[in-house]
């Protein structure tokens, strides 16, 4: 039941970033798809026991390879897909946090919650520049298939 209310919202949440933000509406079901896969992958590698930067940094990263595939397939720019799905991934309770113990004093639980607002978006960076990477392989790959297509 969890997994099911995890996919759900994240789901929603996504499609309703993406309204607020005037995205296309034949682009709203597949953001909200990229919204779900990178947020469930956080959540399953959380599960799993693993970091939160590393969760982040492989959730951006499959939501960046989504990003492409639905850009491609959608012959739209890949940020009306990126933008909208980070939405479930963007730090924003711990951000909260850490000015809330800022202001009432308790600097050091809230240099602990700026910690992991600054790995989350190191992590959330990194892994759209590896997605940049392997985009960039991609259309490598194909330009040199498609030579050897037509040296035949």
């Known amino acids: 039941m969890t997994i099911l209310v995890h996919a759900t919202f994240s789901f929603f949440s996504t499609v ?15 953001t909200g798809a990229a919204g779900t896969i990178g947020w469930m992958i956080y959540w399953g590698l959380q ?3 693993y970091g939160i930067g590393s969760a982040n940094f492989l959730a951006a990263l499959a939501v960046g390879c989504v990003s492409i595939f639905f850009s491609r397939r959608k ?17 924003g309770g711990p951000a909260y946090q850490a000015v ?22 190191g992590a959330l960076a990194g892994g759209f520049m590896m ?6 392989l991609l259309m490598h790959w194909q330009t040199k298939r498609m030579t050897r297509r037509e040296l035949k």
């Open 100 to 121: 809330r113990e800022f202001a009432l004093g308790d600097n050091f639980v809230g240099l602990e919650n700026l910690m992991v607002v600054v790995i989350t978006a």
């Open 47 to 49: 599960q799993q026991g």
């Open 16 to 30: 309703a970033f993406g309204i607020l933000t005037n995205i296309p509406k034949r682009a709203l079901l597949a």
């Open 131 to 136: 997605t940049n990477v392997v985009e960039k």
């Open 75 to 91: 012959k739209m720019p890949m940020i009306i897909f990126n933008i909208p799905s980070l939405v479930p991934l963007v730090p």
